[in-house]
């Protein structure tokens, strides 16, 4: 079984890095001398990615030019969105680039990592859950709740700690990196809403008994560019 499929979260307005994106998208803004969607595509293409969707609505026009100027040596697809749909929702959108595959990738543009993407779709076959997020002991204001088989069973939000699943063993707080394998048969389980946040989703799953999994990436880097 192999991995070639992935899609790249990148249509959001990156409010967090005004003003750099008042006149380009949050994609386009550099990161080590290059855009940093340039960065993440590279990674995915030396990971054996070689299908990828973009998703666009901020300043989508420039991301049309820059691919059509850029030869990546993968498949690249844009994923118009006319209104912005959410993480959730920008993943059900481009439901006809990624349901032919058994298992795809979603990755946050302004996300930043050593994470091998490899070991984690090996990670992913072996436990067989319907999703698995990459997960990293940082602070966060939103931690998820993992138990001691790498189940994820529910989060924190505010201080007051939301559990859908029972837990076997001790549970501990883990952080969400914005990276994710997703198994093609979710898309028979997406709300009718055409704009939904993914994680949220990802509760309700597992409050109806779908299985989902966290991957440590333990001392991997990681970074959010997604702020100044």
Same mark, same amino acid.
């Given at each position: 079984?192999?991995?070639? *499929? ?8 990156? +409010? ?28 995915? %293409?030396?990971?054996? =990615? ?22 990546? $040596?993968?498949? =690249?697809?844009?994923? /118009? ?7 959730? $929702?920008?993943?059900?959108?481009? %439901? ?30 072996? !436990?067989?859950?319907?999703? +698995? ?6 602070? +966060? *204001? %939103? ?12 989060? %924190? ?8 699943? !029972?837990?076997? $063993? !001790?549970?501990? /707080? +883990? ?6 394998? =997703? ?24 409050? !109806?008994?779908?299985?989902?999994? $966290? ?14």
């Amino acid at each position: 079984m192999e991995l070639t *499929t992935a899609m790249i979260l990148a249509a959001g307005y990156g +409010t967090r890095l005004h003003p750099k994106t008042l006149e380009v998208p949050k994609a386009l803004v550099e990161s080590n001398g290059q855009p940093m969607i340039r960065n993440v595509i590279e990674k995915l %293409r030396d990971s054996g =990615i070689k299908h990828i969707v973009v998703n666009t609505h901020h300043f989508a026009g420039q991301l049309e030019k820059y691919f059509a100027e850029n030869n990546f $040596g993968v498949n =690249i697809y844009l994923s /118009f969105e006319r209104e912005i749909l959410g993480t959730g $929702g920008g993943i059900k959108n481009a %439901r006809k680039y990624l349901e032919d595959s058994e298992n795809f990738l979603v990755h946050n543009v302004d996300v930043e990592s050593g994470i091998d993407i490899s070991k984690m779709f090996e990670f992913h076959v072996d !436990k067989k859950p319907l999703v +698995t997020l990459a997960v990293k002991d940082r602070n +966060t *204001t %939103r931690p998820l709740l993992i138990d001691e088989k790498q189940n994820i069973i529910g989060r %924190r939000i505010n201080g007051e700690e939301f559990i859908y699943a !029972k837990s076997s $063993g !001790k549970i501990s /707080f +883990t952080a969400f990196c914005g990276v994710h394998l =997703i198994s093609a048969g979710i898309f028979e389980l997406f709300p009718k809403d055409d704009e939904f946040d993914i994680v949220a989703f990802y509760m309700d799953l597992i409050e !109806k008994g779908h299985a989902l999994a $966290g991957y440590n990436i333990q001392n991997a880097d990681w970074k959010d560019l997604g702020k100044l």
